[in-house]
């Protein structure tokens, strides 16, 4: 295995056990590391039994004329995920999924985090153009309390203990954003555990519009993950009480995949629908594992998804998709129409990525007809990209794997004391991202447009990105505006066992 990043960064904790691994074969292929099974021990529920839990909202703590406050605390929790037996997770309030916080765009928000576990936590606000003290930097940690961290090697790292106030503008327009904790070295096994839930910005256009809501609008959050027979999370961390050595075995390096498809927690659940449209604002949560969405049966009368938004809010125009690729840490605000299908029709979302048990996800029963009195616009949005003329600089990452250094981007390892860009405030660039293998690719702070994708852009690039799927030998150009905020921010692999194993970069806006 390849050095640790314990010698950039280093605690003085207990030694913890090290987890019993069953018999695998090498994970590799020409070299690199792949996404690897982490197979369940514990007896796997049937599909579609459970029913789906809807999110709880927080409820602000109190509001001002200028903000918003919310309270979370990360915390230790049991949850019942596999029917009869008990599962410890980390959670926000307690819950898995967190609980989602709505926002208003130019409204702010500040969220006071408490940490009640036994680790350092970070919580980054993914998609969100956030101030650098609050975008959650891998190193800014919330310490538990009574914890000491000996040698660390940061020296801009803003650490505290027991609480942080996150402070979020929300200068952006309406969408699909989601809050996880980020830790350095330790995202992979702290997100596995629980830490993730959904933070939804509104607006005046998007609610102008008449889009299903109320009921009609769901968050799906989509994630994998694997149970011990005794109900706990089965994770391949090298050390499980994520205090000392970070990773995981070789052969899990190129990506954990679970064996139970979990939608807001719950296994291959179900839900009834009315023969209405619904607008499903889908959150690929898991780890490394990737998804084709698709709906069984087809429905007749056109493709089954209208695609109305993406990473950054609405797009111009629906898209019509027969099937939607996800990539980790992307969001898909989706249109399905369930007057298509009869009364007493079954739907199941599968995934075409995979077969068996992982190829399904969960089931809508149609059980009841109702008024529909929404309607999808053949214009959403106004959305005005930059100039690609007006680029001042054009940069190149290559995002590949190195035998002795791991997950490197241009073939250096994550540092926090190395700075790999310095654009300039209200500058555009483009940035040139290549790739030797599936990179989900995740800048902080900004959203981008994709000028091209191997070629034109792909069917899953329009509107405003923060995170880019590429493929083996795949090479994609962005079009960057950096606005608002000065500082250092992080770009990223998002198959977090890939972050983890130091597939990051800087750079500070100046």
């Not at 109305?308 to 998709?321: E, F, K, M, N, Y």
Request: aromatic share 8%.
């Amino acid at each position: 295995m390849k050095p640790s990043r314990r010698e950039i960064l280093k605690m003085a904790v207990s030694s913890g056990s090290v987890l019993s691994l069953p018999a695998i074969e090498s994970g590799c292929v020409h070299g690199r590391p792949q996404p690897r099974l982490m197979t369940s021990r514990a007896p796997l529920p049937k599909p579609f039994e459970a029913t789906l839990s809807r999110i709880p909202v927080l409820k602000p703590v109190r509001l001002d004329s200028s903000t918003d406050y919310y309270e979370l605390t990360a915390q230790q929790a049991t949850a019942q995920i596999l029917p009869g037996l008990a599962t410890r997770i980390w959670g926000y309030n307690g819950g898995f999924p967190g609980p989602t916080i709505e926002a208003r765009s130019g409204h702010p928000v500040s969220v006071r985090l408490r940490n009640a576990l036994p680790v350092p936590i970070v919580n980054h606000l993914h998609g969100g153009h956030t101030p650098p003290e609050s975008d959650g930097y891998p190193t800014d940690f919330i310490l538990p309390a009574g914890f000491v961290l000996s040698d660390m090697h940061d020296h801009m790292a803003r650490i505290v203990q027991r609480q942080r106030d996150y402070v979020y503008p929300n200068q952006q327009r309406a969408a699909t954003l989601w809050y996880h904790d980020h830790r350095m070295d330790f995202t992979a096994p702290q997100v596995w555990r629980g830490l993730a839930g959904f933070y939804i910005i509104r607006d005046d256009e998007e609610e102008q519009l008449r889009l299903p809501r109320g009921e009609k609008e769901i968050p799906l959050l989509i994630c994998d993950r694997s149970f011990d027979s005794d109900g706990s999370l089965l994770y391949p961390s090298l050390d499980p009480s994520l205090l000392k050595q970070a990773g995981v075995p070789h052969e899990y390096m190129g990506g954990v995949l679970g064996d139970v498809m979990l939608v807001n927690g719950a296994p291959w659940p179900r839900l009834e629908v009315a023969n209405t449209k619904y607008r499903l604002r889908i959150l690929n949560a898991s780890n490394a594992r990737r998804y084709e969405l698709a709906l069984d049966p087809v429905p007749g009368g056109g493709a089954p998804f209208l695609q109305i938004g993406s990473d950054g809010g609405l797009l111009r125009s629906p898209v019509a998709h027969r099937s939607v690729k996800m990539a980790p840490a992307e969001r898909f605000d989706l249109v399905v129409d369930f007057s298509k299908y009869r009364i007493g029709s079954s739907v199941t979302l599968r995934n075409q990525a995979d077969d068996g048990p992982m190829g399904q996800i969960m089931q809508f029963h149609v059980t009841r007809q109702e008024p529909d009195e929404s309607t999808i616009p053949s214009e959403l949005s106004r959305i005005a990209f930059p100039d690609p003329a007006q680029a001042i600089a054009t940069r190149v990452f290559n995002f590949s794997y190195r035998s002795m250094a791991g997950w490197t981007i241009n073939g250096k390892p994550y540092d926090p004391a190395r700075m790999d860009a310095r654009p300039k405030l209200d500058t555009t660039e483009i940035w040139r991202l290549e790739t030797d293998f599936n990179h989900p690719l995740h800048l902080h702070l900004v959203h981008f447009q994709v000028l091209s994708h191997s070629g034109r852009p792909g069917p899953y690039d329009a509107g405003w990105k923060d995170t880019i799927d590429l493929g083996p030998g795949q090479t994609a150009n962005i079009l960057v505006r950096f606005t608002g905020f000065r500082g250092r921010y992080v770009f990223h692999c998002h198959n977090l066992e890939h972050e983890d194993m130091s597939m990051m970069g800087n750079f500070e806006v100046v």
